[in-house]
């Protein structure tokens, strides 16, 4: 049984209709990439997921939990952290705050520390300015404290709305390189991306969306070399 | 003006000042999570004063579905004590909070939940704090009520020093209002700042879809954040009640748009702003002297006026030029 899983799901605006009949499954310990134009659905798919979001109708479950019968407060607790788009820090509190309140869901308090500190060393610009206020901080900086709030949920799936946005060539490097190694300690991730080929690169399986539906998924080296993905998004 | 009249109407200045604080801080903690008024505060801190009324004396007057009852035939056990004051102050004041809540599910949840323009909340809390002065006099009529005395047990009822010729007077009263509300700021602000809870309320202010993400149940956070306003709201009605009485059903009134000059002269959505602006304007309303103090409720508006002219966002406000 897939970890996650999607079925016929429909997301609305209102009206207008952002995501249409989409299926879709993670397993556990992939990392599988939603890539696609602008508009093109991604990120509700994700809000949907974590249930910022409720569904038109479809099935959602996740680790053999309807997701649709819950709020977003309790798909945390099932397992599931969402590091959402335009990182979402809490401005208005610090570094070492805004850590704490990803492990809202935790008790441990002596883990909770340990891994306060283990984010620390994963990424030192955070350690220097622990006692920043988050708003503060660079955009490369918020991404990995989104991230990095994300992990201390614990998660064993972890959502990721399009990591690299606004940061320079090196920096994204630096996050893909920390995405392979989460996912080698066992976090699966389900990751949006606008940068298409670094995404495939770096995943097992691709799923592509365009107005809302799902037109192309496969194992990643695969649709990478696929003549219509590649034309459509690899620009070539 | 001498120094011991200076140093008197300082004090009474601080301790009226102190729960204008109290009481405007359920205010600022309802605009911070949810960004409007709640205008059924003042009638929360009516309620608050009438609840612990009933513990500590328990005797209705002549008009109400509850004339001439009288709970405590004998006495209320929590009469004539200093702790039992304390008790029955809680326990209003705990009882006042829960009315919020019962508010936050009638008036303000219902809205929220349908997406309504939060004015439209705005407006179905002034119905609440309508219907609920009502109720109270159709309850125990719309006469004023004094608690008893001696509530305050062996406490002397006030301390007198000797200033040169002069006398200062502190009434314990004053005291009381004035440490209780102190104390429970410096808690209150500790809570906020520094606990678990606290830093989960104030993500819940910033941002409720985030705090969500983080699996911070947005609702069960705003019910606290009612039930703390609601209690000190009460806890604000009761310490003013037993102090110069309870005017009647609309006792809550002109302290619940004092509270509303306060948190806006301190800064809409800053706590020290409210506890600031409401020392401010007790201090500025003591000030006035004895033959004008008819306009005593026109200070905290001709003050809010003149620096608001000067500081449009408030002593402590910052400018927000939108909401995140
Ligand atoms: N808050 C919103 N209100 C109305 N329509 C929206 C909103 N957010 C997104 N949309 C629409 O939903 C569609 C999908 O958007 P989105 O999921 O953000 O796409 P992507 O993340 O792939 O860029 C777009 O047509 C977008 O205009
Ligand atoms: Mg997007």
Redesign the pocket.
Known sequence: MPLLELNNLSVN??A?Q??RDISLTVEAGEIVTLI??????????L?AISRMMKPRSGTLSFDGHDLLAVSADVVVRYGVAHSP?GRQVLARQSVADNLELGAFIRRDSAQIQADIRRMYERFPRLGERRGQLAGTLSGGEQQMLAIARALMSRPKLLLL??PSLGLAPIIVLEIFGIIKELNAQGVTILL?EQNARLAMQSSHRTYV?EA?QITFSGPSAELANDERVLHAYLGG | MDLSSFLQNVLNGLAIGSVYALFALGYTLIFSILGIINFAHGAVFTLGAYFTYTLISGQFENNGLLKGVNLFPNGSPLAGSAWGFALSALVGSVLAGLVAVVIERLAFRPMRSRGADPLLALVSSLGVALVIVNLIQILVGAESYSFPDGIYGDLPGALLFKLGKKTIIIRTVQVIIFGVSMVLLLILGLVIGRTRTGKALRAVAENPGTASLLGISVDRFIVITFFLAGLLGGLAGTLVGSSFGIAGPYFGVTYGLKGLAVIVLGGLGSIPGAVLGGLVIGLAEAFVPADYSAYNQAVAFALLFVILLVRPQGLLGKLQIQKV
């Open positions: 605006y209102g207008v952002a995501v696609g134009a602008n508009g093109a659905g991604k990120t509700t798919t809000r788009e709305d399009e949006v969306m809302g």
